[in-house]
């Protein structure tokens, strides 16, 4: 994976805003989602706390955004815990000052299989990592948020949760996280707290490579309409900066794919493009 930092735009479209970034780490080199989107707040103007179970991992985070210039601190928890995520949030207001954006990041696949052999307490680690860590985060946030300025969650779900991939815990949780932000969106519009969520498809980071199959990553990149253009972690980041900003403030409770067409071609003609 390439782990040099672009070149970053500093149009300074968060100046004087906070986030919490979850998942804000790497799993090895390179920059996953929740890395990448934390870089590019902090290269916008955003004062960032870094939230994610490994020390380590935030913290070469918030070495990168030091060398950019920019500010962030590290507040490490579990996004599975409720008391922790009150914890997060409170250490996270403190060091910020207040709180307008909420990005929860945290997601891994798990449960994978038939049912019957699925271990039912696996299927649940996988709903709590990539469902009710969003709930208990944006519960633990809300009050800080509706009394900031930005007043923005941006939940990071999956196409899987927008098409079948046979896999019982990952996509229905994802599919969940893709409803949840609508009703957090309907339940807390007037008083303008905008929700919205980006479903990544075929996404490449150092965790998809590491548990990739050799054949996997060219597969990915043929089978959508981009055919030509492999994602990253960059175009997740860059999808969640215009969501965060001023610049979508009409926007709310909207699913972003962000994909290279995978979720809008057709079987046949995906099927084409894998065997011709």
Partial sequence: ??????????????????????????????????????????????????????????????ALIAAEGGESVVVQGSVVDADDCARIVAESVAALGSLDILVNNVGMGAGSGKLEEIDPAIWQRGVNLNLASAFLMTRAAVPHLLAGAGKAVINIASVAGMRAHGNASYGPAKAAMIQFTRETAVMYGADGLRANVIAPGHIMTPLVEKFSAPT?????????????????????????????????????????????????????????????
């Fill in 1 to 62: 994976m390439n782990s040099e930092v672009p070149s970053l735009p500093r149009l300074a479209r968060l100046k004087g805003c906070t986030a919490i970034v979850t998942g804000a780490g790497s799993l090895g080199e390179g920059f996953g989602t929740g890395k990448a989107i934390a870089l590019l707040f902090a290269s916008e103007g955003a004062r960032v706390a870094l939230v994610d179970l490994d020390r380590d991992r935030a913290e070469e985070t918030r």
């Fill in 216 to 276: 996997a990553r060219s597969n990915r990149q043929r089978v959508g309409a981009l055919s030509a253009v492999e994602g990253n972690a960059w175009d997740i980041a860059y999808a969640a900066l215009f969501l965060a900003s001023a610049e979508a403030r009409f926007v709310s409770g909207v699913c972003l794919p962000v994909d290279g067409g995978v979720t809008m071609i057709g079987p046949l003609a995906a099927f084409e493009r894998m065997t011709g």
